[in-house]
Structure formats: structure tokens, C-alpha cells
């Protein structure tokens, strides 16, 4: 079963513009992941944040992790055609390499 | 490096018939692991393993078999192919660093499809 949900399920946003997508999960976790896919291709990793952490950043992405809510969200800043892409997060839940993914946002950068 | 490598990159089978999927990895990583990603959904760990030696299963295993002989490869193993099984498949692999575990590097991808 798939321990993480993002949402929305699909985003449009025009180039300059800021993404910001969720991701909800269920039980405690270890470490939470972000990663990308463009089309036809493999997953591609963006951040790891792990469960004593409550924000990171990577060029022009931000994660943030808030444990008690069970949530955690990535922001997109000043998007570029190149950012169209699926987002998947994926749980940790213990310290161990076994991640479950959530079905993913597709973000579509309109230029 | 070559990083995680898979072949074939495409594959259609008839019903019934057997077929492996190749996965290798040049970066030493200790935890290989076979995913398979159906539309509309996130990926579904089939089969992983730790080290040479040593695999389990993961969500989804009925169908598959996998064996690691050395670091670099783990191969799955379609035993019986079935239309419910034509998806595609991503192989990843990972490292731990400092007791902690890490992101995992991803395969390109073999997209199966079972007639």
C-alpha cells in the first residue's frame, strides 16, 4: 500500500511562477524523499530530508517537513519549461533503504 | 560511471513465456531493488536486497524471482508471464553513509508489455 499521498494531482502554472505541491503520509517516518520524472524516463532524486529536520533547500527547491501533521510540501521557484515533470515523494520509514512512493503530482510549466 | 544500467529498454512477451530483466550498478552500492510503475500509480517495490547474497520481497513479489551473485547485478526473473505483469520496470540502487541511509539512484526504465 502506498504510504504517501501528494496533492494535487496535476498543476499548471505559467514559467516565472512558484509550484508548490504536498505530500501526507501516514505512520512515523524515518526520512521522507522527493523525486522527479520526466516523461518515459527514471526517477530522478531532488531532496532528502529526514525526520529531525524541518526545512531544506536546493537551488531553487524547498522542502519542508512537519512531522506532526505528518505532511510535507515542496515549492518550485521561478519554474522553467524544463521543471515539467512528475513529482513523487517517497517515506522512509525506518533506517533502512525500503522507500514507498505516493502516485505523484504532474506539474506543466506553461511558457 | 555508468551509474544503474537496465536492458532491454523495451520487451513484448506472449503469455506464458519467461524472460529476465537486467540491472547493474558501477557505484558499489550495498541495496539494489526492482520497482515496477503502472499508470496513476506511485512505484511498487518487487524484490530488494541488502548485499551480495541476501534479497527479500517487497509489496508486490508473486510472478518475479531475483538472485545477487555480486554487488553489481540483480536481475528479475518473469517466470510465467501474465498481462497484469506489462508495466514498466525501474531498478535502483542505494548506499549508506555514516549509518544512515541515502537517496536511491534509478534505472532508465524497461517498459513490458505481455500479450
Known amino acids: 500500500s502506498q504510504q504517501g499521498e501528494e496533492d494535487p494531482q496535476a498543476l499548471s502554472i505559467q514559467e516565472g511562477e512558484n509550484a508548490t505541491m504536498n505530500c501526507s503520509y501516514k505512520?512515523?517516518?524515518?526520512?521522507l524523499q522527493w523525486y522527479r520524472q520526466n516523461s518515459g524516463r527514471g526517477l530522478v532524486h531532488l531532496i532528502l530530508?529526514?525526520?529531525?529536520?524541518r526545512e531544506k533547500h536546493s537551488g531553487r527547491l524547498r522542502v519542508t517537513l512537519d512531522t506532526s501533521k505528518k505532511s510535507s510540501s515542496l515549492l518550485i521557484t521561478a519554474s522553467r519549461a524544463a521543471d515539467t515533470a512528475s513529482y513523487f515523494c517517497?517515506?522512509?520509514?525506518?533506517?533502512?533503504?525500503?522507500?514507498?512512493f505516493g502516485a505523484g503530482t504532474t506539474v506543466t510549466v506553461r511558457a | 560511471n555508468a551509474g544503474v544500467t537496465q536492458t532491454p529498454k523495451f520487451q513484448v512477451l506472449k503469455t506464458g513465456q519467461s524472460m529476465t530483466l537486467q540491472c547493474a550498478q558501477d557505484?558499489?552500492?550495498?541495496?539494489m531493488s526492482w520497482y515496477r510503475q503502472d499508470p496513476g500509480m506511485g512505484l511498487r517495490l518487487i524484490h530488494y536486497s541488502v548485499g551480495a547474497g541476501i534479497t527479500d520481497q517487497g509489496e508486490v513479489p508473486n510472478g518475479y524471482n531475483v538472485s545477487r551473485s555480486t554487488t553489481e547485478d540483480f536481475p528479475l526473473r518473469l517466470l510465467s508471464a501474465a498481462p497484469s505483469q506489462t508495466s514498466v520496470y525501474f531498478c535502483?540502487?542505494?548506499?549508506?553513509?555514516?549509518?544512515?541511509?541515502?537517496?536511491?539512484?534509478f534505472g532508465p526504465g524497461t517498459r513490458l508489455t505481455v500479450l
Open positions: 557505484m558499489n552500492h550495498e541495496y
Open positions: 535502483a540502487s542505494s548506499y549508506r553513509k555514516s549509518g544512515r541511509m541515502n537517496e536511491q539512484f
Open positions: 505512520t512515523s517516518i524515518n526520512n
Open positions: 530530508i529526514r525526520s529531525n529536520e
Open positions: 517517497a517515506t522512509g520509514l525506518s533506517n533502512d533503504y525500503k522507500l514507498s
